[in-house]
């Protein structure tokens, strides 16, 4: 049979066609290995259980075929090869129900005519009919799964948008405060600059008085020597 299920190589939903398909393949390999030991109804009754299970492994590869399209690139390899792993098993398998439902003798038994009765019609298209309402019924699932899938990413997606909108209100937040912060930095260097500005005045203004001061001392001690 196939490789084993790789679950890293593939989406969540190839795995989970991979998986069924290892289910109906076994299942199908089953079947095939009764039919030698039947004939007659029986023998009629697993030839058609078989290419039922035949149809679904078909179906299931359609499916994967579809979803390994979505699968990334790096991991595409592996899952390629086991597509073409599963696509050699299936075709195995039909050429082997072929060549069963090919011996007539063993389907038929003692009833066997190149012109089937009226009643072996009428159970072939009984069969066929269950048969595609099986199929149908495999179908409707799988596109059950398939919406339940695509309803969980859409609820992911959700979340995600409010997380970003939560992040955007925190960095817009942020920006606010910062830009206050920036506005009192501006009052605070232009209170700093204000301040240097009257330092440097009254330092003048010191400045001069100490100097009429001295003046003021000088001319009094010449005058007192005249």
Known sequence: MSNPLDTEAGSELFSNYEAELKLVQADLSQKLDQIPELSGEPRKAAISQAERALDEAKELLDSMRLEKQNIPQTSKQK???RFRNYES???AAKRKLKSLDGDRQALFGKRYTDDPSGQDQQLEQRQQLLGGTERLERSSGRLRESQRIALE???????????LSR????IEHTRGTLLESEGYTDRSNKTLKGMARRMATNKIVTVAIITVLVILIIAVVVSKFR
């Not at 990413?153 to 997380?163: Q, V, W």
């Not at 992040?167 to 925190?170: D, G, P």
Request: negative net charge; aromatic residues 0%; without cysteine.
């Open 167 to 170: 992040q955007r209100e925190t």
């Open 89 to 91: 098993d299936v075709d």
């Open 153 to 163: 990413t859409e609820d992911i997606g959700r979340n995600t948008l409010a997380d």
């Open 79 to 81: 899952v390629n090869q």
